[in-house]
């Protein structure tokens, strides 16, 4: 039955458009259109094709004897239909032909579809026969899915024939037809016959290996001898060799590696005399001898070596393989005498004492080579499991890729991914240029694209063609190797100089989006990437996809959480004259973290300075470390003592805990948190801590003494224990006060008593600016891949000296408030502010009023000259004034409010002893320090 094809219109004009560099249709097949950018590319010509013929022709090769009766078969049961069958071998040269239909055969004539004709993609253009072995894989043509105009009168179903053992592509079977006898069965026919040629191939390799071991049997006939025992043949623990009773036991562990032991021999197709070491102390001789058949198979048989019928007990280490020299020359005489001679000579003396002898393999070099390889990539596939994935980051695993495969398998590889993959996106377009993450190579000079490169792969390179199909393709290096790299030739020369002649292009394949490409390259000295290579390629490949995809999942949660950390830490240090300040911020290798540190200007000149540390990583720690922050900041805002601002902070922890675990869910809520919060006085030169879970800050004086200041141990936040304890020490101008988390002294390589030694060694430089600290700390004690992030704070302490602070005493008597008026005015005067007198006097004067109606003593007035006029008016009452807007018809309670118009900022701090009320007023610019 004829098949209903596309519309063979739409597809002849999107032939044309794409001939002419106009947009194709969607009715184009991804595959087709793949081919065509590759004809294209080699400068084929739709209108004119030479089809190259060859002589050189093996007409008794292996495949045509197993392909003979098949495609007899085959024509037969296509009798009748207007189909031939071609058999091809790897070059796409047409090596046999059946067509029963006379007038098919005279139009297949004219098109040289014969035999000698070479049907190359590079020659013919996209055709049944070139593109099946270029994709290596099935592929039906139609019509005028040709490239070329003479061949779109066939529709052609080629199918690839690989060897069953090396996975080579051997040849291929296709099946052609003019365009309206194509029928879509035609393609599950060919793969069905393409099957059984495989079938029949590997038939011919074990038929030629039984071959070679009825030649060993007859061979040890005709010498007088038994045949050998066969070593697979004892069950495991069963006693080997005649006589072996209560000897030692050769078991299943034991086979193993002189199975193993002997593919290495049969594949280095020598005669050799082996010592194979075994478990606990043991040996056996393995001895391997040529062998060749009647027919003129030649293979290698493998014998192991037991004296006295039972393995003896290694005395000395393995010897080398030796070359072993048969003294007769018949190839099937294997047990003729042998001849003594020294160990460094050709010939060696099989042991007098030998009784028995175990068959253990016969076969052909080309076969145990091909074992040899398959465990080799076996083993290579096993470390690829261990070594790609080590870390979560995208770079680090791309270059973990490129060392498994160099060079066992390739001479260079080569990653590139999108800049999306890097920054943690998924990509969405993997056309475009991509960035080169990773080159790995056996030797210098490859002249391949660099790392850090953008690289824009073309339409008809192998890595444009598996990233539009998002399958790997194989390619050999064209003629022309400007095809690979069109848009630099001039590389593209030194490349092939170099001797690259191969390529494999694999996409990096997770969750069914391609991340990426990957390319594998190799020299002249080694052969040709074949099947399993490719197979290899991709499974490697596919282990990366996967770690690439984990590494750039991780990167995303790692910069979003980042970025949300970064927001919520302060992006600069606040105006402020009682500290110079430097800090650092560094999230962990593994996640970011819920480190945090603040400065916090404060009335009266003060300045908090806070680290904190939220338990846990992640965005749930970043959100967290973000609430506590700005609590602290609006408990500070508050004046508290430093002792109830860590009270408050456990509340609230305490709370966040049930709010995030209502119902005690073990590790449902926020672990816990630590802090440290200090304030320092420039007037009084003093610093008031205290601290809840935290590590101890250090102190370096100016004289460079470095101390860590006892200050009391507090719970952790959010375990409502106890108040918290405070300390308060003394500060001098220059003093240095170092807050940290633990991430900078705690790491699981090094004891803490050891980085607090280093600690102390960094801070002997009490001339170091912060900045400098900061670096000094983290290049000293950071280790290379932290596993905690690290907040770090320096401050440099400063004072206000006595021109910048005026202070009196005032008795409890209304009179007296004319008096500091006067003194204020006077001071102001003094300090060149003459034009804040007027706001400053009608403050001071509410002020003290108040404090002389309201409160009691003692009562005291202090001005502080700093980024602004701060004054101070000081009480012995606990009670906070509260401003309010006084009605028209009341005669008092305007006071503080007209203060609080005058003042850039005002507020009410508690004492020990009482209460400061105190106004802020920015300064004139002449005045400003």
């Not at 001898?225 to 495991?236: D, I, N, V």
């Amino acid at each position: 039955m004829t098949a209903g094809w596309n519309d063979t219109d739409a597809l002849t004009e999107d032939c044309e458009r794409f001939l002419t560099g106009g947009p194709v249709g969607a009715g184009v097949r991804t595959s087709v259109l793949t081919s065509w950018q590759r004809c294209q590319s080699l400068g084929i010509r739709a209108d004119q094709v030479d089809i190259p013929y060859h002589q050189d022709l093996d007409l008794e090769s292996d495949l045509i004897r197993a392909a003979g009766p098949v495609i007899d078969q085959l024509n037969s049961a296509l009798y009748g239909m207007p189909m031939g069958v071609l058999l091809c071998d790897e070059q796409a040269r047409i090596i046999d032909r059946r067509v029963d239909d006379p007038s098919l055969n005279r139009v297949l004539d004219a098109r040289g579809l014969a035999p000698g004709f070479g049907y190359a993609e590079q020659f013919a253009g996209t055709n049944g026969i070139g593109t099946a072995l270029v994709d290596r894989r099935p592929v039906l043509i139609h019509g005028r899915e040709h490239f070329v105009d003479a061949l779109r009168i066939f529709s052609c179903a080629g199918i690839p024939i690989r060897d069953p053992l090396s996975g080579q592509s051997r040849g291929l079977l296709d099946l052609t037809c003019l365009c309206e006898d194509a029928d879509p069965a035609m393609l599950a026919l060919a793969r069905e016959a393409a099957r059984s040629i495989e079938r029949r191939l590997l038939d011919q390799s074990t038929e030629r290996e039984r071959a070679l071991l009825r030649t060993f049997f007859q061979a040890h006939r005709a010498a007088g001898g038994a045949p050998p025992a066969s070593l697979l043949r004892p069950e495991e623990g069963e006693p080997v060799g005649p006589g072996a009773s209560g000897g030692d036991l050769l078991n299943r562990h034991d086979r193993l590696i002189l199975q193993e032991k002997a593919a290495e021999l049969i594949s280095s197709g020598h005669a050799a005399i082996v010592e194979v070491p075994l478990p606990h102390g043991r040996a056996a001789t393995l001895l391997s001898r040529p062998v060749t058949s009647s027919s003129g198979e030649t293979g290698v048989a493998v014998e192991a070596v037991l004296p006295g019928g039972a393995l003896r007990r290694l005395a000395t280490t393995a010897r080398p393989v030796l070359p072993y020299k048969n003294v007769t020359p018949s190839p099937i005489t294997l047990s003729p005498p042998y001849t003594t001679a020294s160990p460094d000579r050709s010939a060696l003396t099989e042991p007098p004492s030998v009784t028995d002898k175990w068959l253990i393999a016969v076969g052909e070099p080309g076969v145990g080579r091909l074992a040899l390889l398959a465990r080799q990539r076996l083993e290579l596939l096993t470390e690829a499991g261990i070594r790609i994935g080590t870390t979560l980051d995208v770079t680090r695993t791309a270059e973990e890729l490129t060392e498994v495969a160099i060079p066992r398998l390739a001479d260079f590889v080569t990653v590139d991914l999108p800049d999306a993959v890097l920054r943690g996106e998924e990509p969405t377009n993997v056309s475009g240029a991509m960035r080169r993450v990773a080159l790995g190579a056996v030797s210098e000079g490859s002249h391949l694209y660099p790392v850090g490169d953008l690289v824009t792969f073309v339409p008809a390179t192998p890595q444009a063609r598996c990233l539009a199909t998002g399958q790997s393709v194989l390619s050999p290096l064209p003629a022309l190797a400007s095809t690979w790299l069109p848009e630099d030739p001039a590389r593209a020369e030194k490349v092939r100089a170099r001797g690259i002649h191969s390529a494999i292009a694999v996409p990096l394949l997770a969750r069914g989006v391609v991340l990426g490409v990957a390319s594998f390259y190799r020299l002249e000295h080694q052969g040709p990437f074949e099947e399993d290579d490719l197979s290899l390629a991709e499974e490697l490949a596919g282990r990366a996809a996967v770690c690439i995809d984990n590494a750039r999942r991780f990167t995303l949660e790692r910069t979003t959480a980042l970025t949300l950390q970064r927001s919520l830490l302060p992006h600069g240090l606040p105006e402020q004259t009682a500290v110079e300040a430097a800090h650092r911020y560094l999230p962990a290798q593994a996640g970011v973290g819920g480190d945090w540190f603040d400065i916090i200007p404060l009335s009266g000149a003060r300045v908090a300075l806070v680290v904190g540390d939220v338990v846990g990583h992640g965005l749930h720690a970043s959100a967290t470390m973000g609430r506590l922050r700005t609590a602290v900041q609006n408990f500070s805002d508050l004046d508290l003592p430093v002792d109830e601002v860590l009270a408050h902070l456990d509340d609230l922890v305490g709370r966040l805990d049930l709010d995030e675990d209502p119902d005690g869910a073990a590790g449902a809520g926020i672990i816990g948190a630590t802090c440290l919060y200090a304030v320092y006085d420039p007037v009084s030169q003093r610093c008031t801590m205290a601290r809840a879970g935290h590590p101890a800050p250090a102190l370096v004086l100016p004289d460079g003494t470095v101390e860590l200041p006892e200050v009391p141990a507090g719970p952790p936040l959010g375990l409502g224990c106890a108040p918290f304890e405070t300390v308060d020490i003394a500060m001098p101008e220059g003093s240095q006060l170092i807050l940290y988390t633990d991430g900078l002294i705690e790491h699981r390589d090094r004891d803490i008593d050891v980085a607090i030694d280093q600690l102390r060694c960094v801070l002997t430089h009490p001339d170091r600016p912060p900045e400098e600290t900061c670096d000094a700390l983290l290049g000293a004690l950071l280790p290379a891949q932290p596993s905690d992030d690290v907040a770090l704070l320096v401050a440099r302490t400063r004072a206000l000296n006595a021109q910048q602070v005026a202070q009196w005493d005032v008795p409890a008597d209304p009179a007296a408030v004319s008096g500091i008026r006067t003194a204020v005015t006077r001071q102001l005067a003094d300090w060149d502010m003459e034009e804040l007198t007027f706001s400053t006097e009608l403050m001071i004067s509410e002020l003290v009023t108040n404090a002389i109606r309201y409160a009691g003593a003692p009562i005291q007035v202090r001005l502080l000259r700093d980024r602004t006029l701060i004054c101070e008016v000081s009480d012995g009452s606990c009670t906070s004034p509260r401003l309010r807007r006084a009605a028209t018809t009341d005669e008092g309670g305007r006071g503080l409010f007209l203060v609080a118009q005058l003042a850039q900022r005002w507020g009410t701090r508690h004492t020990a002893d009482g209460k400061v009320i105190w106004t802020e007023q920015p300064l004139s610019s002449f005045a400003a320090l």
